[in-house]
């Protein structure tokens, strides 16, 4: 009965937050945790980041990050209360917290030849708070939890003696099988509406696969199935295909 009870409230659970849709995509979305939630940690890793980081001012490239990152904001319809910072890190990279709290370190700009580049991380970093995917990730992490429990729970009473080689094979079978493939379909989710976003901001479509032929030039193409983001390859044809609808749709 203990276990039966557990399994419903599982589902319930699952069911109850498919309730979410992500923008541009419409894609159901299982979200466990409230946007208040989501907004105060986002608030909380955003002030420990630019305490532990070395923030850039005043600087030609600080004042490009903010007039990109406003012209992206005007086209979104919410009441995110924007910032954007760029911050002295050799890393390729920038993120965007919930609530709209966007980070973009100074080694991006090597691979970011321009303003239509440069839109194009940011468009996709600001997607992915959009769709509140770290809020996804996180529930669909509390979701594997509480059914790789009630393995245990079922083995424990019957079976205990394969209780570890379950717990090996779900804990495998979980990241390569169900949160690697979650990660490559975010950033490819990330990709399509932060192409929309660059888009209707007045960015230039096309630079978008300039930016990662940059970002992917002299790396070694690793299998997607031993990673969270979609290869080379596979982002520029979905990325590609992306433009080639929003050009058809502008053209009706």
Known sequence: MFKK????FIIAIVFIGCTSKAPVTNR???????????????EKSYKDTLKKSKVVTGTKDSI??????YQIAKV???DFKWEFNLVDN???????????????????????????????????????????????????GMVAQGVQLLGNIILGSQAPQYT???????????QYGILMPYGRMQESEADEIGIHLMHKAGYNMSEALNFWKNMSAGKKE???????????????????????????????
């Open 64 to 69: 490009r990050v903010k007039e990109i990152g």
């Open 90 to 140: 050799k890393a390729k990279n920038a993120f965007c917290l919930p609530g709209g709290k966007v980070v973009v370190y100074t080694g991006i700009l090597e691979v970011a030849k321009n303003d239509d580049q440069l839109a194009t991380v940011m468009s996709h970093e600001i997607a992915h708070a959009l769709a509140r995917h770290g809020a996804e990730r996180m529930s669909s």
């Open 164 to 174: 570890n080689a379950f717990n090996v094979a779900y804990g495998a079978g979980a």
């Open 222 to 252: 690793t299998a997607e199935f031993f990673s969270t983001h979609p290869s080379s390859s596979t982002r520029i044809a979905n990325i590609t295909k992306t433009i080639q609808k929003i050009e058809l749709e502008t053209k009706k």
């Open 5 to 8: 009870s557990i399994l419903v």
């Open 28 to 42: 159901s979305q299982m979200i466990l945790i409230s946007q208040s939630q989501e907004l105060a940690l986002g």
């Open 76 to 78: 979104v319809n919410n």
